[in-house]
């Protein structure tokens, strides 16, 4: 039932930004029900099957009678298994205390800033960055200081930046690495000059987000909590989604200090409770299995990125970079900026850019300014060789007939 009495919303939900990844994949929804045939590079999702052995684990979970509530804060087999794998691929060596399972990764980074960030304290975003960290730290009353890295550096912002960025108003940074939406990969050594800054600011807590820790085409993984000067104020952001194609299943955590654990045991067990047992389950078997099948997915996506990468640098105006992980190409599409379209129309901003891409190629991307970078925009290649090879050409052609 509709209604034309004014609503008096909380004014949290005005100051708030929406998520355009989700409105992209709205308006694509929309022309694919009118029977446009709509190519999808815009939604951080893979587009393989949860591992078998994934999913039975979780029929066995309903045969072994996981139906009920479980801790607010997890599973004990699970939390102990991921504190397990931490200590195993990480070196954080947190106990099963110092874990809490959430549903889903953006849910433990909220708890977390919820925890820690006061109304007027400001949060340093690196961007580009991942359109939640905003609107969550809009949320938490906090205020964010978009901080960000430069193109010839991949995007990836400096020791020396942050330096200079932190005031005594600064409680929070945080960043993802590998990073969405550039691909970027922070080395051992960039993160180590990161840490000695926060060493020196011990008011300031570090967010981590390592969702794409798996999806790495350039080695090992190195995690910003295991250096010894800032451990203990570093909160370690990872899930299921991304390595393991977990993405509905909705289990994330966060590894962090006993104080914050509880903090957002606190706020957990006052908005959602405990994460579906039966994903738990699943994701325990996940955590503890051979990692084969993940492997096999990150050797798919490098293949992927190199060959988008090639398809959209024979492509006059894309300025590409290299994705190191995760499964997105952010190239920079400013050279079409003040070009009009066979209509007439003007491309004046990266919005009318991945508008025109979605109304005359059919390919759904996100623009770059969603995630701080308003030069670019986000391509996402968790996708078939096909629908990539498709995009690029249908993407070659509609930009021929700007003017």
């Not at 770059?368 to 996708?383: Q, T, V």
Request: proline share 3%; charged share 25%.
């Amino acid at each position: 039932m509709s209604t034309t009495k004014q609503v008096h919303l909380a004014e949290r939900i005005a100051n708030m930004d929406e998520s355009q990844t989700l409105e992209m994949a709205k308006k694509s929804r929309e022309l694919k029900a009118q029977g446009i045939d709509i190519i999808n590079l815009n939604l951080g999702e893979p587009d393989f099957k949860t591992p078998a052995h994934i999913c039975e684990a979780a029929k066995q979970a309903v045969d072994d009678g996981y139906f009920f509530y479980t801790p607010v804060t997890g599973l004990a087999e699970l939390r102990q298994a991921i504190a397990d794998k931490l200590k195993r691929d990480n070196q954080l060596d947190w106990k099963a205390e110092n874990i809490i399972v959430s549903t889903g990764a953006k849910q433990s980074i909220a708890n977390v800033m919820l925890s820690l960030v006061n109304p007027g304290e400001e949060v340093i975003i690196f961007a580009p960055y991942w359109v939640s960290y905003k609107g969550i730290v809009q949320l938490a009353e906090g205020e964010p200081n978009i901080l960000s890295g430069k193109a010839e550096n991949d995007y990836k912002v400096t020791a020396e930046q942050l330096r200079e960025a932190i005031s005594p108003k600064t409680k929070v940074v945080i960043f993802s690495s590998p990073c969405n939406p550039t691909g970027a990969l922070f080395s051992e050594s960039e993160l180590r000059a990161i840490a000695e800054v926060i060493a020196e600011n011990e008011q300031v807590y570090v967010i981590a987000d390592e969702i794409y820790e798996y999806i790495n085409f350039e080695g090992e993984h190195f995690s910003i909590g295991s250096i010894e000067a800032i451990k203990d104020r570093v909160i370690t952001i990872n899930g299921f989604s991304k390595g393991f194609a977990m993405t509905g299943w909705r289990v994330g955590y966060a590894a962090a200090d006993l104080a914050i654990v509880k903090a957002c045991d606190k706020i957990q067990g006052q908005v959602t409770s405990g994460t579906n047992a039966i994903a738990q389950r699943a994701a325990f078997v996940a955590i503890s299995s051979d990692l084969q099948a993940t492997h096999d997915m990150t050797a798919v996506y490098r293949k992927r990125a190199d060959l988008i990468k090639g398809l959209l640098d024979n492509i006059e105006g894309f300025k590409t970079n290299t994705p190191q992980g995760a499964f997105y190409i952010f190239p920079d599409v400013s050279a079409f900026f003040g070009k009009q379209t066979p209509n007439g129309e003007r491309i004046d901003n990266d919005m009318d850019f991945c508008m025109y891409l979605l109304n005359e190629a059919h390919v759904s991307t996100v623009a770059g300014g969603a995630f701080g970078e308003p030069n670019c925009l986000r391509i996402s290649f968790a996708a078939s060789d096909e629908h990539i090879k498709e995009a690029a050409k249908r993407i070659a052609e509609a930009v021929s007939k700007l003017k």
